[in-house]
């Protein structure tokens, strides 16, 4: 039995889709996780290679907003890219860096996630003495049937 099997390899891709093209990578690296960093803030980089690859490359995001990617290549089909993590979001951030060859074939992914944490909005309880005047707001009265907190932390 082993012997029939050691005549196979198993090659791992993956399928993913970007915007509405479905696309194959050759090579997928494992999953990087850059845990919490504060929104605004950058984590050290982190390293993933791709070894197999065409000479000409070039790597990019999915999204491309919390992550960004500067890659070393050796010409020889070797690349390091270091990623770094700024979050510009609270939550959990998810891309993945794509490495295309010169026909703009994805050949190899990283996928890519951490959390960005930001101060919680907390309101405490008490009185609203002035919500408008007829003096200020132009309307003969006024009447307050509620607030809102919109996700950048406007009260209205």
Request: proline fraction near 4%; include cysteine; hydrophobic fraction near 45%.
């Amino acid at each position: 039995m082993s012997k029939f099997f050691s005549s196979f390899s198993i090659a791992v891709a993956a399928i993913l889709t970007v915007g509405s093209n479905l696309v194959v990578a050759q090579q997928v690296v494992p999953v990087t996780n850059f845990a919490q960093v504060a929104v605004g803030a950058s984590s050290s980089p982190q390293t993933v290679s791709f070894t197999g690859v065409p000479t000409v490359v070039s790597f990019s995001q999915t999204i491309g907003t919390d992550f960004s990617v500067n890659p070393t290549c050796n010409g020889s089909g070797s690349c390091t890219a270091a990623i770094t993590f700024t979050p510009t979001q609270p939550g959990l951030r998810q891309d993945a860096v794509l490495v295309t060859n010169s026909q703009g074939n994805v050949v190899g992914i990283a996928a890519v996630y951490g959390i960005g944490t930001a101060p919680q909005t907390s309101i405490a309880a008490g009185i609203i003495s002035t919500v408008a005047s007829r003096a200020t707001s132009g309307l003969g009265s006024a009447t307050l049937n509620g607030v809102a907190l919109v996700k950048l932390g406007n009260l209205f």
